[in-house]
Every structure is written in structure tokens, then in C-alpha cells.
């Protein structure tokens, strides 16, 4: 009994429904047709603006790189100041760089330059000179700086070295050498009671 | 033109033969879905998902005889309506049957014209009227109807049982309305 109320209710409603009804029916049409095409419209259109969109910020990039080269590059070229006034066309200034070149070549006249004086003063003695020479070339040696040490960069302890250092030179330095004669005295002699006797042999001894 | 015939041409893609399909079902698709969602706009909104829908997968369709096609149609459009209800709607929020109850006698309702049974069950809380459309009008039994909805069969013998209760309600007491 129940199911066939039931049946007579599910009836009774299809029933109904086949009844047409007020509703925007072709605007739901429109989107239905909207929604099965784009997936076939749309993706070209997507790939296309994307790979568009990757070409523009490669270019930027590659353009943005180009300018920071020339400014670096237009740095120096900047700072020297330019005066476009004072160039000349080039045909003008080659006609220029050739009178140029002529007129140094026929009138070049040198300057006039002083004969160099004479030295008249006599030069001093020579023992002297190198007692000037060696005391001066020890004050330079002594004023100047020890040269850094480049290789090692760790920083050394230095000492200050007190006093003059002088150069050894073997021309310099007279040799003199002297031979001296010892003899041992006897007893009897060294009181002067005896002559020496000079039979005896004598040591030779050389004293620098 | 033929049934087979039109739906041959839409598996083919062709426009014009869904135009036509949507032409002759689109009326008794958008009541069944209003049946569901009592509101013009949402029932818009689904019957556009649901031919959107019967249009991509209408490759998989196999005829069955006379009417299959219009029952297939049916149940996709009752599976977008039971979708959008899932997620306005939680079925769960009900309360336990009391088996003592007796059925409600709804012989009346044989009087009525059919316009004024759909209003009345129009009037109907979204579970109530659900579980009614589901079990009554469709023909689901309750263990589909629980898998559908994702509830127990008991709360949907206890949903049914009381739908049956408001209307008769609706059907003794004059000018009675009742509903979300």
C-alpha cells in the first residue's frame, strides 16, 4: 500500500516536470558551450602570452646586462670633459695635420741652448773625496727605509740598527805589513853584562 | 530525430545535435534540480555542470532501450545536485528514529495535483526533502541512499520517516509552511 503512494508520488512529480517552466534557459545554453570550448581555444592563446610574457623579460634582462656594460665602460670617458667646438671635420683636419707636418719640416729651427759651464774649481785631494763620499753615501744608506718585505705579508719585528754601516772596499785599504825580529835574551844579556850573540837563531813574526 | 541518432552525433561532438538534446531535456533537468536546491540560481549554476558534464562523458553511455538515456541524464544531474548540497549541507545533524512510530498515512495527498505536491515538498528541510526525493521520486533504497549522502541507513529511514510527518502536517493544517 505505502509503495504504491509512492509510486503514484514519483509519478505524479515526473509528471510535472515535463511541464515546460520559466528559466534562462538559453543563457544556460551560452555557458554550456562556453565551458566545453575553451579548453580547446584557450590553451594556444595561454601557451602563446606565456611564451610571450618569458621573451619580453629575456630581452629585459639581456638589455638591462647591456647598459650596466656601456655605463661601466662610459665611466672614464665621462670624467674627460668634451668640447665638440674645438673638432674639426675630418677632411679639414687632415688638410690641417699636412701644413703641419711641412711647415715643421722646412722652418724647424732648434732653441738656442747655453753652452755648459766649465768647471774651475780644482777637485780636492783624492783621500779626501772618499772620506766625503764614503760619509756621505753612509748617511744616505742610514736614512733610508728598509725596503718591506713584499713576499711575506706577516708583519716582522725590525730593530733599529744604531751606527754607520760602511762598505768594505780592498782598493781602499793600504796593506802594510811589517816584519819584526824577537831574539830571547839570555840572562848575562839582559842585564847588558854580555854582547848578544847573534849566532843564536832570531824569530820573525809578521804583524798586520 | 531519432534518440540514438542524436546521441551518435554528440558523442561525435557535434554542436548542433547537443543543442537539441539540451533543447528537449533541459526543462525536466532544471525541475529535478530545483527539486533539490530550491533556488533558481543554484539550480542554473548545476544543470550548466551537470550538461557540461553529460556532453564529456557521453562516450561512455550505452544504450540500454527505450528511456535509459533520460535515466542517465537523471542520475548525473542528481549526483551534481547531491555534490552542491554535500557542501551547503551536512546530513549527519539528524536525529535518531523512534521505531514505535507509525507510518503516517498519506492517502490524501492522492487528491492533489501534482503542482501542489511538488510545492509541498518544495517546502521541505534540505535532509527531509533529500531523502525524500531520493527514496520516493528517484527510487533509491535506503543503503543507496546512505552511500549517496555519506550517512547511516537509519538516519535516512529517520530523515524519510519524518518528511512524511510535515507533510502530512502541511495537508491537515491549512496555510502551514515549514522549511529552510
Redesign the interface.
Known amino acids: 500500500m505505502?509503495r504504491n503512494?509512492?509510486n503514484?508520488?514519483?509519478e505524479?512529480?515526473?509528471?510535472?516536470?515535463?511541464?515546460?517552466?520559466t528559466?534562462?534557459?538559453d543563457?544556460?545554453?551560452h555557458?554550456?558551450?562556453m565551458?566545453?570550448e575553451p579548453q580547446r581555444k584557450r590553451t594556444p592563446f595561454f601557451y602563446a602570452a606565456a611564451c610571450l610574457l618569458m621573451l619580453v623579460m629575456l630581452v629585459g634582462v639581456q638589455i638591462g646586462s647591456y647598459q650596466a656594460d656601456v655605463d661601466v665602460k662610459l665611466t672614464p670617458l665621462a670624467a674627460s670633459p668634451i668640447r665638440p667646438s674645438s673638432y674639426l671635420p675630418i677632411e679639414e683636419e687632415c688638410k690641417v695635420t699636412q701644413q703641419r707636418v711641412v711647415n715643421q719640416t722646412t722652418h724647424t729651427t732648434l732653441p738656442h741652448q747655453p753652452e755648459p759651464e766649465q768647471i774651475t774649481d780644482p777637485l780636492p785631494e783624492p783621500t779626501e773625496s772618499i772620506d766625503r763620499w764614503i760619509a756621505a753615501e753612509s748617511t744616505e744608506t742610514s736614512l733610508q727605509p728598509f725596503p718591506a718585505d713584499e713576499k711575506t705579508p706577516e708583519v716582522q719585528a725590525v730593530e733599529p740598527i744604531i751606527g754607520i754601516i760602511i762598505p768594505e772596499r780592498k782598493t781602499d785599504k793600504v796593506v802594510t805589513e811589517k816584519k819584526v825580529k824577537f831574539r830571547w835574551f839570555k840572562p848575562q844579556e839582559q842585564n847588558g853584562l854580555e854582547p848578544p850573540d847573534t849566532n843564536v837563531k832570531n824569530v820573525f813574526a809578521r804583524i798586520n | 530525430m531519432k534518440e540514438s541518432i542524436l546521441i551518435t552525433a554528440c558523442q561525435r561532438g557535434d554542436r548542433k545535435a547537443q543543442e537539441v538534446l539540451y533543447s528537449e531535456y533541459a526543462d525536466s533537468m532544471y525541475r529535478l534540480v530545483w527539486r533539490y536546491v530550491k533556488s533558481q540560481a543554484d539550480a542554473e549554476d548545476i544543470v550548466i555542470t551537470g550538461f557540461v558534464r553529460i556532453f564529456k562523458s557521453i562516450d561512455s553511455f550505452r544504450s540500454q532501450g527505450t528511456g535509459s538515456f533520460g535515466g542517465w541524464m537523471r542520475k548525473v544531474m542528481v549526483n551534481e545536485s547531491l555534490m552542491w548540497l554535500r557542501k551547503q549541507h551536512n546530513f549527519n545533524l539528524t536525529e535518531s528514529l523512534e521505531d514505535t512510530f507509525n507510518e503516517p498515512d498519506l492517502e490524501a495527498f492522492r487528491d492533489l495535483e501534482a503542482e501542489d505536491i511538488y510545492q509541498c515538498i518544495a517546502q521541505l528541510p534540505t535532509g527531509y526533502r533529500t531523502v525524500f526525493n531520493l527514496f520516493v521520486i528517484e527510487g533509491y533504497d535506503h543503503r543507496e541512499i546512505a552511500e549517496m549522502l555519506g550517512i547511516q541507513d537509519v538516519t535516512s529511514r529517520s530523515q524519510l520517516f519524518k518528511a512524511k510527518s510535515l507533510l502530512k502536517k502541511m495537508l491537515t493544517q491549512e496555510g502551514f509552511h515549514y522549511g529552510t
Request: aromatic share 14%.
Open positions: 505505502e503512494l509512492e503514484f508520488f514519483s505524479k512529480i515526473r509528471l510535472a516536470e515535463q511541464k515546460p517552466v528559466w534562462n534557459k543563457t544556460t545554453w555557458l554550456v558551450t565551458s566545453l
